[in-house]
């Protein structure tokens, strides 16, 4: 029988493991600059990761996470018929990596289902049963759905340039970025201009942000970001997993 330990935190219990921690086991022993603690450390969740997809397309899982905790390995699922999280919990074996509990989550979990489906279920009850007997009211399904803002893609002068426009990243869509830029640059050079008093050096360096910012207005280049900032990301569209940002 799986564990059907209840915790109330929510997703982004992990925060305080990100950058210096091993992505996959969690350890602190890592290189700097490295995002896990081993080769053998990322192949082992990535391939446990791929082995959930199976459990995954089963439950028809709009967004997962995978998390973990010194405690638990949790694996939340929002299906595409719900925007509710089910969350599949299981407690940490002494001395195993967080992926080996996951596996060992998923196969429980797949067994359960297989169970289900063996004792003249269809496979979509058995999805629903499962989910409902492990869904959770009180987490918020926005924790676990990945970012789906886009953000401008700036080299660093063009990221130079728009500090000197004084213009926010997030400001700039695709459909008015070039109104907004232009704006932007009118409004600097009210104040910068020699005309009113403004620095020679100053206008001419705005004027070259202006025109930087235009080209790259011509043909603007957007990034969405997937990951979230505390677990291992799932979407469903794709069937790709998303390392934690
Ligand atoms: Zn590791």
């Given at each position: 029988m799986p564990s059907r330990t209840s915790k109330k935190n929510s997703v982004v219990t992990t925060s305080a493991r990100r950058s210096r921690r091993c992505l996959a086991c969690g350890t602190e022993k890592i290189e700097p600059r490295r995002r896990y603690c081993s080769d053998e450390c990322r192949r082992q969740i990535l391939w446990v990761l791929a082995l959930s997809k199976g459990l995954l397309k089963a439950f028809n899982a709009r967004y997962a996470a995978f998390s973990f905790t010194p405690e638990h390995v949790i694996l939340d699922v929002i299906p595409a018929w719900s925007n509710a999280i089910s969350r599949f919990t299981r407690a940490r074996t002494n001395g195993c990596k967080p992926a080996e509990d996951l596996k060992c989550l998923v196969l429980d979990w797949g067994r359960e289902w297989h169970g289900l489906v063996g004792n003249r279920n269809s496979r979509s009850y058995a999805s629903m049963h499962l989910l409902r007997e492990n869904h959770k009211e009180d987490l918020d399904p926005s924790a676990i759905k990945p970012d789906k803002k886009r953000r401008p893609r700036l080299s660093k002068p063009e990221r130079d340039s728009l500090k000197l426009l004084k213009l926010?990243?997030?400001?700039?869509s695709p459909d008015c970025c070039r109104e907004k830029i232009k704006a932007a640059y009118k409004k600097m050079a009210k104040i910068h201009h020699p005309d009113v008093g403004g620095d020679a050096e100053m206008f001419k360096r705005l004027n070259e942000a202006h025109r930087q910012m235009l080209g790259w207005a011509e043909n603007p280049q957007f990034t969405s970001r997937k990951a979230l900032p505390d677990s291992w990301s799932y979407d469903g569209a794709t069937s790709r997993w998303y390392p934690p940002l």
């Open positions: 926010e990243r997030e400001s700039l």
